[in-house]
Each structure stands twice: as C-alpha cells, then as structure tokens.
C-alpha cells in the first residue's frame, strides 16, 4: 500500500525557527539553535559537532564541541532531524 505523506505549511524545519535542534547527517551530529532555512542549507548559532552522543536519555552529549561561530548545513545532508529535551 502506497502512503502519501502530506506537506503541512509552517511545519517542518520552519516550524523549529527559535529552538535548539540537533541534526543527524551522513557523518556528523549538529546541533544549535536554528536561526534560518532555506532551499539549500539551515543557519545554526551556538553550534555544536556531537562526537559521542551518550544515552540519550541524559540531559547533556558526553562529546559535543562548541564551534566558534554560527554553522550552515546543508539540507542535502540531513538524514533526520529533532528538539531534544
């Protein structure tokens, strides 16, 4: 059976604008405070490469470097993407 999925507007990476969110891609886990979306890449400010997760059920990553400015990441590379609490 065929399932369609539905493009809701402002839903989607827009609809996080303002809230820290965490990337997964191909290699790498980013995270940061989303400030911009378009067609091609997502804005970060107060970026963050995750290189060890940990159990996700703890409040903070066991490896994540602060990088030292905002990031762009292109939306080709997102593979899923969350607001962890």
Known sequence: MKVMVKEVANEG???LIG????????VYIYT???VGVNDTCVKLEDAGIVYETGPFSDKKWKDMQSLPSAAYVRTQAI????VLK
Do not use: A
């Open 79 to 82: 593979e899923m993407f969350t």
């Open 32 to 34: 940061g405070t989303l």
């Open 13 to 15: 990476l827009e609809s």
């Open 19 to 26: 809230q820290r969110v965490t990337l997964f891609c191909g």
